[in-house]
């Protein structure tokens, strides 16, 4: 099995030589020979990301069995999807060790199961409370008379499909005219 090191910079002028060069250390003190690296220079809010797309990738093939990274926040920036990351983890039984953090999931490590659990809790908790706010919003305008929904496609058919109506032309005609679907008309 593999050890993963995902490393990531925001922008151009940075790099991941300082992360890399921890992460390595750390892997030769725990005896781990075999290490892929996986790096980004992109932001952490982003979801699409070529060198996280290719770790996750791996992991869901089973060649992966520990992630390492330097912080969670290298990671995932926001906590929703970090939640989602941190549930592929899971399902697919690979480890997450953040090494500045103190966080090691692995099964070995029952207080990393712990801050795991914890940190899966949080997410979950910060996903009811944004549906909570979707909800609440949706119903605060429905309240003020807004209409939720499509828009109407054609909002000036009616008057035109009438005055066409009314100067005698068909219905397939209509729609030819004002170049709308029949089904409209």
Not at 15 to 29: G, M, V
């Amino acid at each position: 099995m593999n050890t993963a090191l995902y490393v990531r910079v925001s922008t151009d002028g940075q790099t991941t030589d300082s992360q890399e060069h921890e992460l390595r250390a750390y892997c030769e003190r725990r005896g781990w020979r075999e290490v892929q690296i996986y790096s980004d220079q992109i932001s952490g809010a982003k979801f699409v990301r070529p060198g996280l797309d290719a770790l996750m990738a791996a992991i869901r093939a089973g060649k992966i069995e520990r992630v390492v990274v330097f912080k969670l926040d290298r990671l995932g920036r926001s906590l929703p999807h970090l939640a989602l990351l941190l549930a592929e983890l899971e399902r697919n039984g690979v480890a997450l060790i953040a090494t500045s953090q103190g966080i090691d999931t692995s099964n070995s490590n029952p207080v990393g199961r712990l801050q795991m659990n914890v940190l899966m809790a949080v997410a979950e908790f910060e996903r009811e409370i944004i549906r909570e706010r979707v909800n609440a919003g949706l119903a605060a305008a429905k309240a003020r008379g807004v209409k939720l929904g499509r828009h109407p496609k054609h909002n000036r058919v009616p008057a035109e499909v009438l005055t066409l109506k009314a100067r005698g032309l068909g219905v397939r005609a209509i729609a030819r005219e004002l170049k709308i679907p029949v089904s409209t008309t």
